[in-house]
Structures are given as structure tokens and as C-alpha cells.
């Protein structure tokens, strides 16, 4: 059973930096593509950055230049460095893996529980 544990939500204060870190088990994911999606109040779940088996990497153009994703095969985990952040990052953000080893918004095949970050004025 594929298990997806995010860790590193909080609140910041604008300008300020933030890590999240996600842990999967259940199969190995190296030859798949993993990603961070987020879901702000009254608004839909969209990718933020998604980093592929070969770790291409696809940024939301919101975060372009600010966040940087990046991933440890051997740990099976991905990560999500937040720089400059803005209150509009303000959101629930999920760890997911994809189906291919491609970033595919339509083919994830699984999802971290989430965790918030808050980001104040």
C-alpha cells in the first residue's frame, strides 16, 4: 500500500523561507515522477511543481524562480524548498506521486494527507 507522510507546514511571515519534505513507502519510486500540488480556500487543487523519474522539473508559473523541488531516490522522498514567500502561497500542500515517470497532473495515483503553511502579511 502506497503511504505518502508530508512534513514542514507552519506559519511564516512574508519573505520568509520553508521546507517540506515528503516520505513515500509502499513500492519504489524512483522510476516515477512525484510532485507538490496545493489547494487554497474556495479554490482548486493545482500543481506547484512536479519533478520526473530523469528529475525534470515543471513549476506552476506563480512559484517560478521561488520554489525548487528536488528528490532522493534512495529515500524515496521529494521535497519542496519555498523561497520569498507571498500570502497568496498561503494553502494545504500535498505530496503526490504520478503514475508515469513523467509529471502528469491527470495520473497521480496517489496522495499525502497535506499539510498547511500560513503565510502572514
Known amino acids: 500500500q502506497v503511504q505518502l507522510v508530508e512534513s514542514g507546514g507552519g506559519l511564516v511571515q512574508t519573505g520568509d523561507s520553508l521546507t517540506l519534505s515528503c516520505v513515500a513507502s509502499?513500492?519504489?519510486?524512483?522510476?516515477?515522477?512525484m510532485g507538490w500540488f496545493r489547494q487554497a480556500p474556495g479554490k482548486e487543487r493545482e500543481l506547484v511543481a512536479g519533478i520526473s523519474s530523469g528529475r525534470y522539473t515543471k513549476y506552476a508559473d506563480s512559484v517560478q524562480g521561488r520554489f525548487t523541488i528536488f528528490r532522493d531516490a534512495a529515500k524515496n522522498s521529494v521535497s519542496l524548498q519555498m523561497n520569498s514567500l507571498k500570502p497568496e502561497d498561503t494553502a494545504v500542500y500535498y505530496c503526490?506521486?504520478?503514475?508515469?515517470?513523467?509529471?502528469?497532473?491527470?495520473?497521480?495515483?496517489?496522495w499525502g494527507q497535506g499539510t498547511l503553511v500560513t503565510v502572514s502579511v
Open positions: 503526490a506521486t504520478f503514475r508515469t515517470p513523467t509529471v502528469a497532473v491527470n495520473l497521480v495515483d496517489a
Open positions: 509502499g513500492r519504489d519510486f524512483s522510476n516515477y515522477a
